[in-house]
């Protein structure tokens, strides 16, 4: 039975003078708890990239996360990132114990998702999936993506098929004119919860757990539905 986590941010990385640095991750909302013991075999992680062309980046900041999961006791013998450098995805698939959908460019991995076939590859995959803010969105199967600018359009399509909950990444209530411009008028058309950065929904089982600060979206309004170091189970 696969184990997903729909996450905003889990913080592999933090920036010092400058610099961003891969960093240990705390167990905010349990996560770390929650991610090892959902890992029951550490031979091979994949790491699929927003933006299928940017190879240097993608090489970066896949080791940041592999680099921070080893500071935090999880490692694996193998990590492939996979972009369009990639020609076996389905093989690595189906070897694989963790695959982590990177943040970035969430209709440009939209895309490539598309391309190679994703969604139909991952319909019998077993292991741990974390979506990380566009890996998140894309896991939807009818994803949401809230527009970035005001002249622009929100985006609705078909995402991965992994689950039902849409989710808007790295909320903050502070930031009015998103939540009175665009997100208050999407929820009208479909629901979707909002998470602060190192919240995130868990499934397992079947079960679906909201741990961290989340905001229920629907109907042209919202509500504050789970706290920070708190859980509740969604339907």
């Known amino acids: 039975m696969r184990t997903l986590f729909l996450t905003s941010e889990i913080g592999t990385s933090i920036k010092q003078n400058g610099e961003r640095k891969p960093c240990k991750l705390e167990n905010t909302n349990n996560f770390l708890i929650n991610f090892k013991n959902s890992i029951t075999k550490h031979k091979i992680a994949l790491f699929f990239a927003s933006n299928p062309t940017t190879f240097e980046s993608n090489d970066k900041y896949a080791g940041y996360i592999q680099s921070s999961f080893a500071m935090s006791g999880i490692t694996f013998e193998k990590n492939y990132v996979v972009d369009d450098r990639t020609t076996n995805v389905d093989d690595l698939i189906a070897k694989a114990d963790l695959i982590y959908l990177m943040g970035g460019q969430t209709l440009v991995q939209r895309d490539f998702f598309d391309k190679i076939k994703l969604r139909a590859m991952l ?32 985006h609705w399509y078909k995402g991965l098929g992994l689950t039902k909950y849409n989710i808007e990444p790295h909320f903050s209530e502070n930031n009015t004119e998103l ?50 170091n708190e859980q509740e189970r969604i339907y």
Request: negative net charge.
């Open 123 to 154: 319909k019998n995959f077993n292991g741990v999936i974390i979506g990380e803010s566009a890996g998140a969105i894309n896991m939807a199967d009818n994803a949401y993506e809230s527009r970035d600018d005001i002249a622009e359009e929100s």
């Open 179 to 228: 939540i009175n411009l665009t997100l208050k008028p999407d929820s009208f058309k479909s629901p979707f919860i909002a998470l602060e950065n190192r919240s995130y929904i868990m499934i397992k089982e079947n079960i679906a757990t909201l741990y961290g600060n989340a905001w229920l979206f629907s109907n042209g309004d919202y509500q504050l539905i789970n706290k920070i």
